[in-house]
């Protein structure tokens, strides 16, 4: 079975950064394109970067974080990392990580994405 578990969250002073990661267990990432989202209190799903699967590396952007959201395979941790920088304090919610066996490139849509890790939390304080 694969599973994927986002990690890394806390707290952070608005400002600040965060490098959120994404583990895989029960398959590797070469086979799965990565979606990272996150969902505010009393907020839809939303979906932030996308990195499409193989080696070609393109990248999907929402374009409200676009400039201070980066998302990137880290082949020596064997993760992918979703880096914040300048976080405020409407950052705050669970962020999630989702992958796609079936689409190279699925970008924000999360129905095209078939497995998702637990979330982690991410509060900025003001």
């Known amino acids: 079975e694969v599973q994927l578990q986002a990690s890394g969250g806390g707290l952070v002073q608005a400002g600040g950064s965060l490098t959120l990661s994404c583990t895989i267990s029960?398959?590797?990432?070469?086979?799965?394109?990565i979606g990272w989202f996150r969902q505010a209190p009393e907020k839809e799903r939303e979906a932030l970067a996308c990195?499409?699967?193989?080696?070609?590396?393109?990248?999907y952007y929402r374009d409200s974080v676009k400039g201070r959201v980066t998302i990137s395979r880290n082949k020596a941790k064997n993760t992918v990392d979703l880096q914040i920088n300048s976080l405020k304090p409407e950052d705050t919610a669970i962020y999630y990580c989702?992958?796609?066996?079936?689409?190279?490139?699925?970008?924000?849509?999360?129905?095209?994405?078939?497995?998702w890790g637990r979330g982690t939390l991410v509060t900025v304080s003001s």
């Open positions: 989702a992958g796609s066996s079936q689409w190279r490139f699925p970008g924000p849509s999360p129905s095209l994405y078939d497995v």
């Open positions: 029960g398959s590797t990432f070469a086979d799965y394109s």
């Open positions: 990195i499409s699967s193989g080696t070609d590396g393109n990248t």
